[in-house]
């Protein structure tokens, strides 16, 4: 297997981090108590698939010939690693604000990390992934800004006080 350079196992974990999103977006989906915070996590849950499905799409651009199979490998490995954190902070007992928790985390670090792509790509210069950017920085602003708002509102409507 080809070597990865920078970019190309930056690119493979944003998309193996946009897999991982899905999971983790339809696992809180389940411990959602509101039908508009399942709506919102079902929508994160397609703008992740879109995501992925841009960052397949980019992988057959000439910039990564002959390198598609090895930032296929790097995803995979990234998608592993983030579903296990997944599993080990939400647990059995888990409830809606330790899952909101969860995806404020995930969500701040996929945001990181395509504007760490972005930043390899100001000199590498590949349009394709120009564009793939453009595409995603703002979706996981929104959704690292969307995660916070919702753990922060059912915080404010839980008794500080009550035993959980
Ligand atoms: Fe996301």
């Excluded at 701040?108 to 992934?129: F, Q, S, Y």
Aim: hydrophobic share 40%; glycine share 6%; proline share 1%.
């Amino acid at each position: 297997m080809s070597e990865l350079r920078n970019l190309d196992e930056k690119l493979g974990e944003v998309l193996g981090l946009a897999q991982a999103a899905k999971g983790a977006t339809q696992k809180v989906g389940k411990l959602a108590e509101e039908d508009e915070r399942r709506r919102l996590l079902d929508q994160m849950t397609e703008e992740a698939e879109e995501t992925a499905r841009r960052c397949e799409t980019v992988l057959d651009d000439a910039a990564f010939d002959g390198r598609k199979t090895a930032i296929l490998a790097q995803a995979r490995e990234t998608r592993q690693e983030a579903t296990e954190m997944m599993s080990t902070y939400l647990g059995d007992d888990a409830d809606e604000l330790d899952g909101f928790e969860f995806l404020v985390m995930a969500e701040a670090g996929e945001v990181g990390h395509w504007k760490i792509l972005d930043t390899l790509n100001e000199r590498a210069g590949i349009a394709a992934v120009r564009e793939l950017t453009s595409y995603a920085i703002p979706v996981q602003d929104r959704h690292e800004q969307l995660a916070r708002e919702t753990a922060l509102a059912i915080a404010g409507a839980e008794d500080p006080l009550a035993v959980s």
